[in-house]
């Protein structure tokens, strides 16, 4: 053996035994906030509570709303813009408690139903979701100008101008809803099942996931919520300033119930989604534990959220008089209640738009 070898590979291992040594013993500690955090998954006892929430919210939004719809729809008097605005909520609310089944069966067995369904599924509940707030801020609008501005509103054919109203807020929530033809089924993460979602390409998923959440909470929330409260504000102190003019124009209570459930229970969703965003794009810095509370707040206000399809003809009917009295009327002259004298309230003749509307 060369002894020249030998010296080297005795000097090659001295080397390797203190590089090993150093790697093996440095005092480099791991960052638990670069560590990727483990996928949550929900209890199956809470998927099964969230299912059966669906289920009841089904059973009352369906028959309730189909009430409301018979009820405005079948008035024999040319509907008022309000009624009008509330037919057509209701019609979107009724769009919205027919995705309740597909989701209903999703959060237990996992999306079962392919690709077509989970786009045709998507884009219902986002019609119905941009077209709902589209209606109520124009029915705060027009109880602006017929209450503030009652001159300006004579002066134009309010008829007409409801009827175009109505066919644009359909076009434009069906424009809205359009990124739902980007959602598809594709295999959870964090288990077995199939879920209903949109698929972001990781190279411009921020972007994206940016774009169709700010135009969601604008147009969605925010916009439509700065007109109607400033609507409101001015329309309630012209009332309050006439005398009794707040007492006799009761279609205000039920109007501004309908605004304030779709507040709440739409405006914990958007807040738990801002949050979410904001973890996203690093604004706001979180951990695993604030992760896992984002996400958990986000599905427990989205199924507070889909409430709000079932809300409304409840409201109808405990808050509404003239709802309930012409609900009776329609029940008498179908034969399933006896028939009754009419109230005098009920023959008195309406000089006020306001006081005609059906609730």
Same mark, same amino acid.
């Given at each position: 053996?060369?002894?020249?070898?030998?010296?080297?590979?005795?000097?090659?291992?001295?080397?390797y035994?203190?590089?090993?040594?150093?790697?093996?013993?440095?005092?480099?500690?791991?960052?638990?906030?670069?560590?990727?955090?483990?996928?949550?998954?929900?209890?199956?006892?809470?998927?099964?509570?969230?299912?059966?929430?669906?289920?009841?919210v089904?059973?009352?939004?369906?028959?309730?709303?189909?009430?409301?719809?018979?009820?405005?729809?079948?008035?024999?008097?040319?509907?008022?813009?309000?009624?009008?605005?509330?037919?057509?909520?209701?019609?979107?609310?009724?769009?919205?408690?027919?995705?309740?089944?597909?989701?209903?069966?999703?959060?237990?067995?996992? $999306? +079962?139903?392919?690709? /077509?369904?989970c786009? @045709?599924?998507?884009? %219902?509940q986002?019609?119905? &979701?941009? =077209? !709902?707030?589209?209606?109520?801020?124009?029915?705060?609008?027009?109880?602006?100008?017929?209450?503030?501005?009652?001159?300006?509103?004579?002066?134009?054919?309010?008829q007409?101008?409801? $009827? +175009?109203?109505?066919? /644009?807020?359909?076009? @434009?929530?069906?424009? %809205?809803?359009?990124?739902? &033809?980007? =959602? !598809?089924?594709?295999p959870?993460?964090?288990?077995?099942?199939m879920?209903c979602?949109?698929?972001?390409?990781p190279?411009?998923?921020?972007?994206?996931?940016?774009?169709?959440?700010?135009?969601?909470?604008?147009?969605?929330f925010?916009?439509?919520?700065a007109?109607m409260?400033?609507?409101?504000?001015?329309?309630?102190?012209?009332?309050l300033?006439?005398?009794?003019?707040?007492?006799?124009?009761?279609?205000?209570r039920?109007i501004?119930?309908?605004?304030?459930?779709f507040?709440?229970?739409?405006?914990?969703?958007?807040?738990?989604?801002?949050?979410?965003?904001?973890?996203?794009?690093?604004?706001?810095?979180?951990?695993?534990?604030?992760?896992?509370?984002?996400?958990?707040?986000?599905?427990?206000?989205?199924?507070?959220?889909?409430?709000?399809?079932?809300?409304?003809?409840?409201?109808?009917?405990?808050?509404?008089?003239?709802?309930?009295?012409?609900?009776?009327?329609?029940?008498?002259?179908?034969?399933?209640?006896?028939?009754?004298?009419?109230?005098?309230?009920?023959?008195?003749?309406?000089?006020?738009?306001?006081?005609?509307?059906?609730?």
């Open positions: 053996m060369n002894p020249n070898e030998s010296s080297f590979v005795d000097d090659f291992s001295t080397v035994e203190e590089l090993n040594f150093t790697y093996n013993y440095t005092e480099f500690t791991l960052n638990p906030a670069t560590e990727p955090c483990d996928n949550f998954r929900f209890p199956d006892v809470v998927m099964l509570i969230a299912c059966l929430f669906y289920i009841f089904f059973l009352l939004a369906i028959p309730g709303n189909l009430v409301v719809g018979l009820v405005i729809g079948l008035s024999k008097q040319a509907l008022i813009p309000s009624d009008l605005y509330l037919l057509h909520l209701a019609v979107a609310d009724l769009l919205l408690a027919f995705t309740l089944p597909f989701w209903a069966t999703s959060v237990t067995s996992g $999306w +079962v139903f392919g690709d /077509l369904m786009k @045709i599924v998507t884009i %219902l986002e019609l119905s &979701f941009y =077209s !709902s707030i589209l209606f109520l801020t124009c029915i705060s609008m027009d109880r602006y100008m017929v209450i503030v501005r009652a001159m300006e509103a004579r002066r134009t054919n309010r007409v101008c409801s $009827w +175009v109203i109505c066919i /644009l807020v359909w076009v @434009i929530g069906g424009l %809205l809803s359009l990124p739902g &033809f980007f =959602s !598809s089924a594709f959870s993460q964090n288990s077995t099942h879920v979602a949109v698929q972001y390409n190279s411009s998923a921020d972007e994206w996931r940016l774009a169709t959440r700010v135009l969601r909470h604008a147009l969605g925010v916009i439509p919520l007109v409260l400033p609507c409101y504000g001015v329309t309630i102190q012209r009332l300033r006439v005398r009794g003019g707040f007492q006799r124009q009761r279609a205000m039920v501004i119930c309908v605004v304030a459930a507040l709440l229970c739409w405006t914990p969703y958007h807040l738990a989604v801002m949050a979410d965003t904001f973890f996203r794009l690093k604004i706001v810095e979180y951990g695993c534990r604030e992760r896992t509370a984002v996400d958990q707040a986000m599905f427990a206000t989205q199924s507070l959220g889909l409430l709000h399809s079932c809300v409304n003809p409840v409201l109808y009917a405990f808050v509404g008089e003239k709802f309930r009295k012409k609900l009776l009327q329609k029940m008498r002259k179908m034969g399933l209640l006896e028939r009754a004298s009419v109230s005098r309230a009920s023959r008195s003749s309406i000089s006020s738009e306001i006081t005609s509307t059906v609730m």
